[in-house]
Protein backbone atom coordinates (compact mmCIF):
# COMPACT_ATOMS: atom_id res chain seq x y z
CA UNK A 1 0.00 0.00 0.00
CA UNK A 2 1.51 3.79 -0.65
CA UNK A 3 -1.29 5.44 1.60
CA UNK A 4 0.54 8.86 3.22
CA UNK A 5 -0.34 9.26 6.91
CA UNK A 6 0.64 12.97 7.78
CA UNK A 7 2.67 13.92 11.07
CA UNK A 8 0.51 16.26 13.15
CA UNK A 9 3.58 19.32 12.39
CA UNK A 10 2.41 18.54 8.49
CA UNK A 11 -1.45 18.22 8.81
CA UNK A 12 -2.74 21.61 8.40
CA UNK A 13 -3.47 23.18 4.87
CA UNK A 14 -3.42 26.41 3.53
CA UNK A 15 -5.96 27.79 1.75
CA UNK A 16 -4.88 30.32 -1.16
CA UNK A 17 -7.78 32.69 -2.83
CA UNK A 18 -6.78 34.25 -6.06
CA UNK A 19 -8.38 37.35 -6.60
CA UNK A 20 -8.76 39.34 -9.92
CA UNK A 21 -8.17 42.80 -9.64
CA UNK A 22 -11.03 45.04 -10.67
CA UNK A 23 -10.19 47.59 -13.09
CA UNK A 24 -10.56 51.22 -11.59
CA UNK A 25 -14.23 53.20 -11.71
CA UNK A 26 -12.53 55.71 -13.54
CA UNK A 27 -11.23 53.69 -16.40
CA UNK A 28 -13.09 54.45 -19.38
CA UNK A 29 -14.84 51.24 -21.53
CA UNK A 30 -12.52 50.82 -24.79
CA UNK A 31 -14.88 50.14 -27.96
CA UNK A 32 -13.84 47.73 -30.17
CA UNK A 33 -15.98 48.45 -33.73
CA UNK A 34 -16.79 45.13 -34.94
CA UNK A 35 -18.81 45.18 -38.78
CA UNK A 36 -22.36 43.77 -38.49
CA UNK A 37 -22.01 42.03 -42.25
CA UNK A 38 -19.58 39.63 -40.30
CA UNK A 39 -21.64 36.55 -39.86
CA UNK A 40 -21.11 34.64 -36.70
CA UNK A 41 -19.04 31.93 -36.10
CA UNK A 42 -21.05 28.43 -36.91
CA UNK A 43 -20.22 27.22 -33.44
CA UNK A 44 -22.10 30.02 -32.37
CA UNK A 45 -25.25 30.13 -34.12
CA UNK A 46 -25.45 26.14 -33.26
CA UNK A 47 -25.03 26.73 -29.65
CA UNK A 48 -27.62 29.06 -29.83
CA UNK A 49 -30.10 27.37 -31.61
CA UNK A 50 -29.45 24.45 -29.14
CA UNK A 51 -29.57 26.37 -25.50
CA UNK A 52 -32.03 29.44 -26.66
CA UNK A 53 -34.32 27.72 -29.28
CA UNK A 54 -33.55 30.44 -31.94
CA UNK A 55 -33.61 29.77 -35.69
CA UNK A 56 -30.75 30.48 -37.82
CA UNK A 57 -31.87 33.75 -38.63
CA UNK A 58 -32.98 34.81 -35.17
CA UNK A 59 -29.83 34.11 -33.71
CA UNK A 60 -27.67 36.67 -36.73
CA UNK A 61 -30.76 39.20 -36.15
CA UNK A 62 -30.22 39.01 -32.13
CA UNK A 63 -26.29 39.36 -32.10
CA UNK A 64 -26.38 41.93 -34.89
CA UNK A 65 -28.62 43.80 -32.64
CA UNK A 66 -26.68 43.37 -29.40
CA UNK A 67 -23.26 44.73 -31.36
CA UNK A 68 -25.52 48.09 -31.65
CA UNK A 69 -26.60 48.16 -28.45
CA UNK A 70 -23.25 47.79 -26.84
CA UNK A 71 -21.99 50.60 -28.78
CA UNK A 72 -25.14 52.45 -28.27
CA UNK A 73 -25.75 52.08 -24.47
CA UNK A 74 -22.41 54.02 -22.96
CA UNK A 75 -23.29 56.61 -25.00
CA UNK A 76 -26.93 57.23 -23.18
CA UNK A 77 -25.42 56.47 -20.40
CA UNK A 78 -23.52 59.50 -20.16
CA UNK A 79 -26.13 61.45 -21.65
CA UNK A 80 -28.16 60.87 -19.05
CA UNK A 81 -26.21 60.81 -15.76
CA UNK A 82 -28.15 61.02 -12.48
CA UNK A 83 -31.53 59.97 -14.51
CA UNK A 84 -29.88 56.90 -15.88
CA UNK A 85 -31.80 53.70 -14.35
CA UNK A 86 -30.05 50.84 -15.94
CA UNK A 87 -30.21 49.05 -19.48
CA UNK A 88 -30.84 45.56 -20.74
CA UNK A 89 -31.41 44.15 -24.22
CA UNK A 90 -34.57 42.41 -25.13
CA UNK A 91 -35.01 38.51 -26.40
CA UNK A 92 -34.66 40.17 -30.04
CA UNK A 93 -31.38 42.31 -28.55
CA UNK A 94 -32.59 45.43 -28.77
CA UNK A 95 -31.53 47.50 -25.72
CA UNK A 96 -33.88 49.26 -23.29
CA UNK A 97 -32.58 52.25 -21.10
CA UNK A 98 -34.40 53.29 -18.19
CA UNK A 99 -34.85 56.67 -16.86
CA UNK A 100 -36.39 58.68 -13.63
CA UNK A 101 -37.23 61.68 -16.47
CA UNK A 102 -39.90 61.16 -18.46
CA UNK A 103 -39.03 64.23 -20.41
CA UNK A 104 -35.56 62.20 -21.75
CA UNK A 105 -37.66 59.46 -22.88
CA UNK A 106 -38.16 60.97 -26.21
CA UNK A 107 -34.07 61.81 -26.71
CA UNK A 108 -33.51 57.85 -25.75
CA UNK A 109 -36.21 56.48 -28.18
CA UNK A 110 -34.22 59.09 -31.04
CA UNK A 111 -31.46 57.63 -30.35
CA UNK A 112 -32.50 54.30 -31.28
CA UNK A 113 -33.48 52.35 -27.52
CA UNK A 114 -36.68 51.67 -26.13
CA UNK A 115 -37.00 54.09 -23.12
CA UNK A 116 -38.53 52.80 -19.78
CA UNK A 117 -39.60 55.60 -17.07
CA UNK A 118 -39.35 54.38 -13.46
CA UNK A 119 -38.87 55.39 -10.26
CA UNK A 120 -35.26 55.00 -8.79
CA UNK A 121 -32.02 56.00 -10.33
CA UNK A 122 -29.65 52.94 -10.93
CA UNK A 123 -27.24 55.14 -8.31
CA UNK A 124 -30.02 54.68 -5.84
CA UNK A 125 -30.62 50.84 -5.72
CA UNK A 126 -26.34 50.71 -5.99
CA UNK A 127 -26.56 52.87 -2.65
CA UNK A 128 -28.78 49.93 -1.52
CA UNK A 129 -26.95 47.58 -2.60
CA UNK A 130 -23.70 48.56 -1.14
CA UNK A 131 -25.86 49.50 2.32
CA UNK A 132 -26.05 45.60 1.98
CA UNK A 133 -23.18 44.43 1.21
CA UNK A 134 -21.66 46.71 4.27
CA UNK A 135 -24.19 44.69 6.56
CA UNK A 136 -23.18 41.27 5.09
CA UNK A 137 -19.56 41.55 6.46
CA UNK A 138 -21.25 41.77 9.97
CA UNK A 139 -24.53 39.68 9.95
CA UNK A 140 -25.47 37.57 7.14
CA UNK A 141 -24.88 33.91 6.56
CA UNK A 142 -25.31 31.51 4.48
CA UNK A 143 -29.22 31.75 5.27
CA UNK A 144 -29.20 35.15 3.07
CA UNK A 145 -26.52 34.02 0.02
CA UNK A 146 -27.24 36.41 -3.08
CA UNK A 147 -28.56 39.83 -3.51
CA UNK A 148 -28.57 42.08 -6.60
CA UNK A 149 -30.09 45.39 -8.41
CA UNK A 150 -32.68 44.13 -11.11
CA UNK A 151 -32.78 46.70 -13.63
CA UNK A 152 -35.68 45.46 -15.22
CA UNK A 153 -37.74 45.13 -11.86
CA UNK A 154 -36.49 48.87 -10.83
CA UNK A 155 -35.72 46.99 -7.09
CA UNK A 156 -32.55 45.39 -5.03
CA UNK A 157 -33.70 41.88 -5.19
CA UNK A 158 -32.58 39.53 -1.54
CA UNK A 159 -33.20 35.94 -2.26
CA UNK A 160 -33.29 33.62 1.30
CA UNK A 161 -33.37 30.49 2.02
CA UNK A 162 -36.49 31.84 4.18
CA UNK A 163 -38.60 35.26 3.98
CA UNK A 164 -37.88 35.81 7.98
CA UNK A 165 -33.92 35.40 7.62
CA UNK A 166 -34.18 37.85 4.39
CA UNK A 167 -36.08 40.89 6.16
CA UNK A 168 -34.15 40.63 9.30
CA UNK A 169 -30.62 41.33 6.71
CA UNK A 170 -32.71 44.39 5.14
CA UNK A 171 -33.92 45.28 8.90
CA UNK A 172 -30.19 45.00 9.73
CA UNK A 173 -29.02 47.38 6.93
CA UNK A 174 -31.23 50.32 7.48
CA UNK A 175 -32.15 50.52 4.13
CA UNK A 176 -35.44 51.61 2.57
CA UNK A 177 -37.84 48.39 2.65
CA UNK A 178 -39.54 49.50 -0.24
CA UNK A 179 -36.70 49.80 -2.63
CA UNK A 180 -36.08 46.05 -1.79
CA UNK A 181 -37.92 42.65 -2.93
CA UNK A 182 -37.25 39.42 -0.64
CA UNK A 183 -37.46 36.05 -2.78
CA UNK A 184 -37.31 32.54 -1.30
CA UNK A 185 -34.62 29.80 -2.78
CA UNK A 186 -33.29 26.69 -2.10
CA UNK A 187 -30.46 26.53 -3.55
CA UNK A 188 -26.75 27.37 -1.23
CA UNK A 189 -24.03 29.08 -4.24
CA UNK A 190 -21.07 26.62 -4.40
CA UNK A 191 -17.60 27.26 -5.58
CA UNK A 192 -16.57 24.42 -8.16
CA UNK A 193 -13.50 22.25 -7.95
CA UNK A 194 -12.65 20.30 -10.17
CA UNK A 195 -11.83 16.20 -9.89
CA UNK A 196 -8.48 15.18 -12.00
CA UNK A 197 -6.83 12.09 -11.90
CA UNK A 198 -3.47 11.91 -9.98
CA UNK A 199 -4.68 15.28 -7.58
CA UNK A 200 -4.49 14.75 -3.68
CA UNK A 201 -7.21 14.19 -1.71
CA UNK A 202 -7.99 13.18 2.48
CA UNK A 203 -9.57 10.25 4.14
CA UNK A 204 -11.41 11.67 7.05
CA UNK A 205 -9.23 14.95 7.86
CA UNK A 206 -6.22 12.40 7.93
CA UNK A 207 -4.67 10.04 5.48
CA UNK A 208 -3.76 11.33 1.81
CA UNK A 209 -4.34 9.11 -0.89
CA UNK A 210 -4.26 10.22 -4.66
CA UNK A 211 -7.75 10.48 -7.43
CA UNK A 212 -7.71 7.62 -9.36
CA UNK A 213 -10.43 8.27 -12.68
CA UNK A 214 -12.97 10.49 -12.57
CA UNK A 215 -16.21 8.51 -13.16
CA UNK A 216 -20.07 8.83 -12.97
CA UNK A 217 -23.02 6.91 -11.39
CA UNK A 218 -25.55 8.16 -13.61
CA UNK A 219 -26.18 12.17 -12.20
CA UNK A 220 -24.21 11.74 -9.33
CA UNK A 221 -20.04 12.57 -10.02
CA UNK A 222 -17.02 10.64 -8.03
CA UNK A 223 -13.89 8.75 -8.91
CA UNK A 224 -11.98 5.29 -8.26
CA UNK A 225 -9.41 5.06 -6.60
CA UNK A 226 -7.30 2.39 -4.28
CA UNK A 227 -9.90 0.50 -1.36
CA UNK A 228 -7.04 0.45 0.98
CA UNK A 229 -7.31 4.44 1.10
CA UNK A 230 -11.07 4.45 2.68
CA UNK A 231 -14.07 1.88 3.89
CA UNK A 232 -17.93 2.69 3.14
CA UNK A 233 -18.76 6.08 5.42
CA UNK A 234 -15.63 7.93 5.62
CA UNK A 235 -15.26 11.38 3.95
CA UNK A 236 -12.70 13.06 2.11
CA UNK A 237 -11.89 16.76 1.76
CA UNK A 238 -9.88 18.36 -1.15
CA UNK A 239 -6.28 19.27 -0.69
CA UNK A 240 -7.53 23.10 0.31
CA UNK A 241 -10.10 21.15 3.10
CA UNK A 242 -13.10 21.51 1.11
CA UNK A 243 -15.92 19.08 1.63
CA UNK A 244 -15.42 16.67 -1.16
CA UNK A 245 -17.57 13.44 -0.61
CA UNK A 246 -18.14 10.26 0.66
CA UNK A 247 -16.81 6.26 0.13
CA UNK A 248 -19.95 4.33 -1.29
CA UNK A 249 -18.00 1.35 -1.96
CA UNK A 250 -14.42 -0.42 -1.45
CA UNK A 251 -12.98 -4.09 -1.31
CA UNK A 252 -9.97 -4.88 0.55
CA UNK A 253 -7.82 -7.10 0.28
CA UNK A 254 -9.03 -9.39 -2.32
CA UNK A 255 -9.39 -6.39 -4.49
CA UNK A 256 -7.74 -3.51 -3.85
CA UNK A 257 -10.31 -0.92 -5.51
CA UNK A 258 -13.19 1.84 -4.28
CA UNK A 259 -14.92 4.90 -5.45
CA UNK A 260 -16.06 8.17 -4.20
CA UNK A 261 -18.97 9.69 -4.62
CA UNK A 262 -18.73 13.85 -4.36
CA UNK A 263 -21.26 16.91 -3.52
CA UNK A 264 -22.28 19.67 -6.24
CA UNK A 265 -19.06 21.44 -5.46
CA UNK A 266 -17.19 18.99 -7.65
CA UNK A 267 -16.81 18.31 -11.54
CA UNK A 268 -15.39 15.38 -12.95
CA UNK A 269 -12.55 16.00 -15.50
CA UNK A 270 -11.47 13.34 -18.16
CA UNK A 271 -7.94 13.99 -17.51
CA UNK A 272 -4.96 13.35 -15.37
CA UNK A 273 -2.91 15.58 -13.87
CA UNK A 274 0.69 15.18 -15.38
CA UNK A 275 2.26 17.67 -12.58
CA UNK A 276 4.76 20.21 -14.49
CA UNK A 277 3.59 19.36 -18.41
CA UNK A 278 0.17 19.43 -19.95
CA UNK A 279 -2.44 17.22 -18.34
CA UNK A 280 -3.26 14.25 -20.37
CA UNK A 281 -6.51 14.15 -21.52
CA UNK A 282 -8.24 10.34 -21.13
CA UNK A 283 -10.43 8.71 -24.10
CA UNK A 284 -11.11 5.38 -23.19
CA UNK A 285 -9.97 2.22 -20.87
CA UNK A 286 -8.86 0.14 -23.78
CA UNK A 287 -6.43 -2.26 -22.06
CA UNK A 288 -2.95 -2.32 -22.85
CA UNK A 289 -1.00 -5.90 -23.07
CA UNK A 290 2.36 -6.48 -21.45
CA UNK A 291 5.06 -4.77 -22.98
CA UNK A 292 3.31 -1.63 -23.34
CA UNK A 293 4.38 1.77 -21.82
CA UNK A 294 2.55 3.09 -18.49
CA UNK A 295 2.62 6.54 -16.72
CA UNK A 296 1.44 6.74 -13.22
CA UNK A 297 0.21 9.98 -11.68
CA UNK A 298 0.21 10.41 -7.54
CA UNK A 299 -0.34 13.49 -5.56
CA UNK A 300 3.44 12.45 -3.68
CA UNK A 301 6.11 11.56 -6.55
CA UNK A 302 4.13 12.85 -9.41
CA UNK A 303 4.45 11.98 -13.28
CA UNK A 304 6.56 8.62 -13.65
CA UNK A 305 6.79 5.92 -16.43
CA UNK A 306 7.80 2.66 -17.21
CA UNK A 307 6.15 -0.25 -19.05
CA UNK A 308 3.68 -3.44 -17.73
CA UNK A 309 5.32 -5.97 -17.01
CA UNK A 310 3.11 -8.32 -16.06
CA UNK A 311 -0.71 -9.22 -15.80
CA UNK A 312 -3.07 -11.07 -13.48
CA UNK A 313 -0.51 -10.87 -10.96
CA UNK A 314 -1.43 -11.75 -7.23
CA UNK A 315 0.51 -9.74 -4.45
CA UNK A 316 0.19 -10.53 -0.39
CA UNK A 317 0.37 -7.02 1.56
CA UNK A 318 0.40 -6.89 5.38
CA UNK A 319 -3.61 -7.31 5.40
CA UNK A 320 -4.09 -9.93 3.03
CA UNK A 321 -3.64 -10.90 -0.70
CA UNK A 322 -4.82 -8.76 -3.85
CA UNK A 323 -5.37 -10.54 -7.15
CA UNK A 324 -5.41 -10.23 -10.67
CA UNK A 325 -3.41 -6.84 -10.23
CA UNK A 326 -0.88 -5.69 -12.79
CA UNK A 327 2.89 -5.49 -11.90
CA UNK A 328 5.08 -2.67 -13.48
CA UNK A 329 8.62 -1.19 -12.83
CA UNK A 330 7.17 2.33 -12.34
CA UNK A 331 8.10 3.80 -9.10
CA UNK A 332 5.75 4.86 -6.33
CA UNK A 333 5.53 6.61 -2.60
CA UNK A 334 2.89 6.67 0.07
CA UNK A 335 0.31 8.94 -0.91
CA UNK A 336 0.56 7.56 -4.52
CA UNK A 337 -2.07 4.92 -3.65
CA UNK A 338 -4.83 5.35 -5.86
CA UNK A 339 -3.72 7.65 -8.39
CA UNK A 340 -3.89 6.99 -12.16
CA UNK A 341 -1.99 4.61 -14.39
CA UNK A 342 -2.70 5.55 -18.08
CA UNK A 343 -1.25 3.67 -21.09
CA UNK A 344 -0.96 6.17 -23.78
CA UNK A 345 -4.80 8.50 -23.54
CA UNK A 346 -6.02 4.89 -22.54
CA UNK A 347 -6.87 4.53 -18.34
CA UNK A 348 -5.86 1.47 -16.80
CA UNK A 349 -5.98 1.37 -13.73
CA UNK A 350 -5.25 2.19 -9.58
CA UNK A 351 -2.03 2.38 -7.74
CA UNK A 352 -2.38 -0.27 -5.43
CA UNK A 353 0.47 -0.85 -4.01
CA UNK A 354 4.74 -2.06 -4.38
CA UNK A 355 8.31 -1.76 -3.00
CA UNK A 356 11.17 0.19 -3.92
CA UNK A 357 10.68 4.15 -4.48
CA UNK A 358 11.90 6.82 -6.49
CA UNK A 359 15.08 7.56 -5.88
CA UNK A 360 15.97 4.02 -6.07
CA UNK A 361 13.51 2.60 -7.99
CA UNK A 362 10.39 -0.08 -6.95
CA UNK A 363 7.62 -2.20 -8.61
CA UNK A 364 4.62 -1.01 -8.27
CA UNK A 365 0.98 -2.86 -8.73
CA UNK A 366 -1.78 -1.17 -10.01
CA UNK A 367 -5.72 -2.86 -9.86
CA UNK A 368 -7.65 -2.93 -13.29
CA UNK A 369 -10.17 0.23 -13.90
CA UNK A 370 -12.57 -1.79 -15.80
CA UNK A 371 -12.75 -4.18 -13.42
CA UNK A 372 -13.72 -0.97 -10.75
CA UNK A 373 -16.21 0.18 -13.11
CA UNK A 374 -17.76 -2.90 -13.68
CA UNK A 375 -17.97 -3.87 -10.12
CA UNK A 376 -20.04 -0.25 -9.55
CA UNK A 377 -21.40 0.13 -12.63
CA UNK A 378 -19.47 3.35 -13.28
CA UNK A 379 -18.96 5.39 -16.37
CA UNK A 380 -15.69 7.05 -17.15
CA UNK A 381 -15.29 10.44 -17.56
CA UNK A 382 -13.79 10.75 -21.21
CA UNK A 383 -12.64 13.67 -23.59
CA UNK A 384 -16.22 15.06 -25.10
CA UNK A 385 -14.65 16.01 -28.21
CA UNK A 386 -16.17 15.22 -31.66
CA UNK A 387 -12.93 13.30 -32.59
CA UNK A 388 -13.31 11.20 -29.51
CA UNK A 389 -15.52 8.72 -31.11
CA UNK A 390 -13.20 8.64 -34.43
CA UNK A 391 -11.05 5.01 -35.09
CA UNK A 392 -7.68 5.33 -33.89
CA UNK A 393 -5.02 5.04 -36.60
CA UNK A 394 -3.76 1.63 -37.30
CA UNK A 395 -1.05 2.06 -39.67
CA UNK A 396 1.08 -1.41 -41.07
CA UNK A 397 3.44 -1.87 -38.36
CA UNK A 398 0.26 -2.43 -35.33
CA UNK A 399 2.54 -3.01 -32.40
CA UNK A 400 4.34 0.51 -33.08
CA UNK A 401 1.07 2.74 -34.16
CA UNK A 402 -1.60 1.65 -32.40
CA UNK A 403 -3.00 4.13 -30.34
CA UNK A 404 -3.89 8.06 -30.60
CA UNK A 405 -1.45 10.19 -31.87
CA UNK A 406 -2.16 12.33 -28.83
CA UNK A 407 -2.37 15.66 -27.25
CA UNK A 408 -0.96 17.89 -30.24
CA UNK A 409 0.66 20.99 -27.98
CA UNK A 410 3.45 21.41 -27.17
CA UNK A 411 4.35 18.46 -29.95
CA UNK A 412 5.52 19.36 -33.42
CA UNK A 413 2.42 19.61 -36.14
CA UNK A 414 3.71 16.79 -38.25
CA UNK A 415 2.70 13.13 -37.31
CA UNK A 416 4.04 11.11 -37.60
CA UNK A 417 7.99 13.02 -38.19
CA UNK A 418 8.53 9.88 -40.16
CA UNK A 419 5.73 9.19 -42.06
CA UNK A 420 4.06 5.92 -42.48
CA UNK A 421 4.11 3.65 -45.46
CA UNK A 422 0.87 2.59 -47.02
CA UNK A 423 1.39 -0.54 -49.04
CA UNK A 424 -1.39 -0.40 -51.95
CA UNK A 425 -4.24 2.14 -52.55
CA UNK A 426 -7.06 3.01 -49.90
CA UNK A 427 -8.63 5.69 -47.42
CA UNK A 428 -6.68 7.83 -44.87
CA UNK A 429 -8.94 9.73 -42.27
CA UNK A 430 -8.01 12.11 -39.53
CA UNK A 431 -10.09 14.48 -37.19
CA UNK A 432 -8.36 17.46 -35.23
CA UNK A 433 -10.20 19.43 -32.63
CA UNK A 434 -9.19 22.49 -30.33
CA UNK A 435 -10.46 25.08 -28.88
CA UNK A 436 -13.13 27.20 -30.02
CA UNK A 437 -11.62 30.05 -31.07
CA UNK A 438 -8.49 28.48 -32.58
CA UNK A 439 -8.28 28.64 -36.62
CA UNK A 440 -7.26 25.00 -37.87
CA UNK A 441 -6.13 22.88 -40.47
CA UNK A 442 -5.63 19.61 -41.41
CA UNK A 443 -3.76 18.32 -44.58
CA UNK A 444 -1.88 14.84 -45.90
CA UNK A 445 1.50 14.99 -47.06
CA UNK A 446 2.87 12.20 -49.56
CA UNK A 447 6.58 11.64 -49.49
CA UNK A 448 8.86 11.26 -52.84
CA UNK A 449 12.58 11.48 -53.49
CA UNK A 450 14.32 13.43 -53.35
CA UNK A 451 14.80 17.37 -53.55
CA UNK A 452 18.41 19.51 -53.48
CA UNK A 453 21.23 17.70 -50.73
CA UNK A 454 19.11 14.41 -51.15
CA UNK A 455 16.12 15.99 -48.83
CA UNK A 456 12.84 14.63 -48.59
CA UNK A 457 10.38 16.29 -50.90
CA UNK A 458 6.78 15.77 -49.09
CA UNK A 459 3.93 16.96 -51.36
CA UNK A 460 0.35 18.12 -50.10
CA UNK A 461 -2.34 15.67 -51.66
CA UNK A 462 -5.41 16.30 -49.57
CA UNK A 463 -6.68 19.33 -47.33
CA UNK A 464 -9.39 21.12 -45.39
CA UNK A 465 -10.14 24.93 -45.01
CA UNK A 466 -8.70 27.10 -42.30
CA UNK A 467 -11.23 27.67 -39.90
CA UNK A 468 -12.79 27.14 -36.25
CA UNK A 469 -14.95 23.69 -36.66
CA UNK A 470 -13.73 20.89 -35.90
CA UNK A 471 -11.82 19.37 -39.19
CA UNK A 472 -11.93 15.68 -40.43
CA UNK A 473 -10.39 14.80 -43.66
CA UNK A 474 -11.11 11.48 -45.63
CA UNK A 475 -9.17 11.01 -48.48
CA UNK A 476 -8.27 8.25 -50.95
CA UNK A 477 -4.79 7.82 -51.82
CA UNK A 478 -2.48 5.29 -53.87
CA UNK A 479 0.53 3.09 -52.05
CA UNK A 480 3.03 5.53 -50.50
CA UNK A 481 4.90 7.34 -47.67
CA UNK A 482 2.77 9.82 -45.86
CA UNK A 483 2.50 12.07 -43.13
CA UNK A 484 -0.32 14.64 -41.45
CA UNK A 485 0.01 17.84 -40.87
CA UNK A 486 -1.55 19.82 -38.65
CA UNK A 487 -2.08 23.90 -38.77
CA UNK A 488 -3.35 26.29 -35.70
CA UNK A 489 -3.51 29.67 -36.52
CA UNK A 490 -2.00 29.31 -40.13
CA UNK A 491 1.05 28.64 -38.55
CA UNK A 492 2.74 25.25 -37.53
CA UNK A 493 2.15 24.07 -33.92
CA UNK A 494 3.81 26.40 -31.68
CA UNK A 495 4.09 28.84 -28.89
CA UNK A 496 1.50 31.71 -30.05
CA UNK A 497 -1.03 29.04 -30.59
CA UNK A 498 -4.38 29.60 -28.68
CA UNK A 499 -3.95 28.25 -25.20
CA UNK A 500 -6.04 25.15 -24.70
CA UNK A 501 -5.76 21.08 -25.85
CA UNK A 502 -5.69 19.70 -29.33
CA UNK A 503 -7.01 16.53 -30.59
CA UNK A 504 -5.68 14.32 -33.51
CA UNK A 505 -6.71 10.93 -34.35
CA UNK A 506 -5.77 9.17 -37.47
CA UNK A 507 -6.73 6.26 -39.29
CA UNK A 508 -5.62 4.75 -42.60
CA UNK A 509 -7.33 1.59 -44.19
CA UNK A 510 -5.34 0.25 -47.23
CA UNK A 511 -6.55 -1.57 -49.68
Request: proline share 6%.
Amino acid sequence: MILHRPSAAGAALAIIALVLTATPATAAPVEVVQASAVEPPPEVIDAMRRDLGHTREQVITRLDNEERARRLQPKLRAELKDRYAGSWVNQEGRLVVATTDAASAAAVTAAGAQAKVVGRSLAALTSVKNALDTTAGKTAGREVPVWFVDEQANTVVVQALDAAAGAAFVVASGVDRAAVRIETIAERPVTFQNLRGGDAYYIAGGSRCSIGFPATLGSTQGFVTAGHCGTPGLTTTGPGGQSQGTFQGSSFPGNDYSWVAVNSQWVARPAVNAYGTEQVPVFGSVEAPAGSAVCRSGSTTHWHCGVIQQRNVSVTYSQGTVTEVVRTNVCAEPGDSGGPFISGYQAQGVTSGGSGNCSAGGTTYFQPVNEILNAYGLTLSIVNTQCAGHPNHHFNDLTAHQGNFGLLVPDPGIYPPAGFTSAGAGTHTACLDGPGTARMRLSLEKYSCCGPFGLPIWTEVATTATGTTVKTLSTGQTAGTYRWVVSVSDTIVGPTTPIGEYYFLGTTSPA
